[in-house]
């Protein structure tokens, strides 16, 4: 981003490279993937994350992602992704699209380092705390947003989801907390 992280030109950049990669074509819960993305970069905004949270956010299905997958850019091309958001950005839109969901949900709120498992390469490895907080802040945005879009699937992983954000909430801000607590919650 050639001026700069979170300036309404890079947002336009972002979304002018998602549409054209087909974002605005492919239904999601709530209308398009288009429509989803720009609402969990907006949720990020509302909880304050910072511009490369919120650049990850907006792209975070990119490389599709262990719950849809539906990618618009190949891995091997993430060099155009870090290109357009930096590479901070990119790093966590990778982050969040390679986890495998399966084994690495249950491990979060356990208190002890995460081991992420790579779905696309098997590899483990172990983010690092600043890492994790963005993964989480993205996965409470993407989450909240198709549950407040489609009443089976809240009905079905709610509880499950408020049990994770419950358990992982000492990473996630006050806010997404709040938020996550207020829309899944009992």
Known sequence: MTDGPGTASSW?????FLRGRGAARIPHP???????????????AEWGA???????????????????????LPVTERAVLAELIGERA????????????????PRLGGGEPVVFRDRFTGAEHTPDETDLRAFLEITAANELDVMAHNA??????????????????????????????????P
């Open 90 to 105: 990119e790093a966590l839109v990778y982050l969040y699209a390679s986890c495998d969901r399966g084994a690495v949900y």
């Open 50 to 72: 910072d511009s490369r949270i919120q650049a990850a956010g907006l792209c975070h299905a990119t490389y599709g992602t262990d719950g849809f997958d539906e990618p618009l």
């Open 30 to 44: 709530g209308g398009t993937l288009l429509e989803h993305l720009a609402r969990v970069r907006g949720l990020l």
């Open 12 to 16: 336009s950049r972002a979304e002018a």
């Open 152 to 185: 089976e699937l809240a009905e079905r992983h709610g509880a499950q989801l408020h049990r994770l954000f419950t358990r992982s909430g000492g990473l996630l801000s006050r806010a997404a907390r709040e938020a996550c607590g207020r829309q899944l919650g």
